[in-house]
């Protein structure tokens, strides 16, 4: 992979109306999709066999757990405030969050969100920023998650220092595999020194999708955050 290197998952729910909804979550390194959500058995469904990374079984359990806790309690939260959002069925709420790696650094943080593919909030600084296309509601929910400083400090910690950790022991735990089948440099004296990059599996390039987002589920990764957090002091 050529650096920065970036890794950030992407969550899509689609409402259709008050009873029923889908939910899309995927992981991905760069432009490799690594990991998928499964919504009819509610599990982590990891794509290869270095996907892990160096997070332990029970790691991933509880992970799972608190999904299936975000993704219902995200779902009740649109439901009851579709009106005081500004959102109207059928919808798509979606979000992307991650991270990026150069040098063996944090080099980025990002969490975006949208609705109806159109900019909603974005955490920059270690604050909601309210995109102008998500008018007052997005104003609202930005400003009563800004009153919480711990808040902003715990989606700060998830998205840079739990990121890190996790980008760094995926990358190790599929160094073989990335090395091996992700691309060929050949030399050759005509080239003065340079290298031409053959890669031996082709991927479709995925754009990271501009997500949307509310208090509820700010407060959801939040959790996800102190969790991590818990894992990492012992």
Known sequence: FEE??????????????????????????????????????STIIFLWPWSRGNFSNEEWM?????????????????????????FQYPCEIQLTAGCELHSGKLSGSFLRTAYQGLDYTSFQNN???????????????????NQDQRNKDEIHHLVSDTCLRFLLGLLDAGKAYLQRQLSCRVKHSSLEGQDIVLYWEHHNSVGLIILAVIVPLLLLIVCLALWFRKRCSH
């Open 62 to 86: 509880e992970l799972e757990t608190l999904f299936r806790i975000h993704f219902i309690v995200v779902s009740e939260a649109i439901h009851r405030r579709i009106s005081e959002l500004a």
């Open 127 to 145: 604050s909601c920023v309210p995109s102008p296309l998500g008018g007052d509601a997005a104003k609202r929910a930005c400003k009563a998650f």
């Open 4 to 41: 920065p290197v970036s890794f950030h998952v992407i969550k899509i729910s689609s409402f259709y109306n008050h009873s029923w909804e889908r939910n899309l979550g995927s992981g991905w390194l760069g432009d490799l999709q690594t990991h998928t959500w499964d919504s009819k058995s």
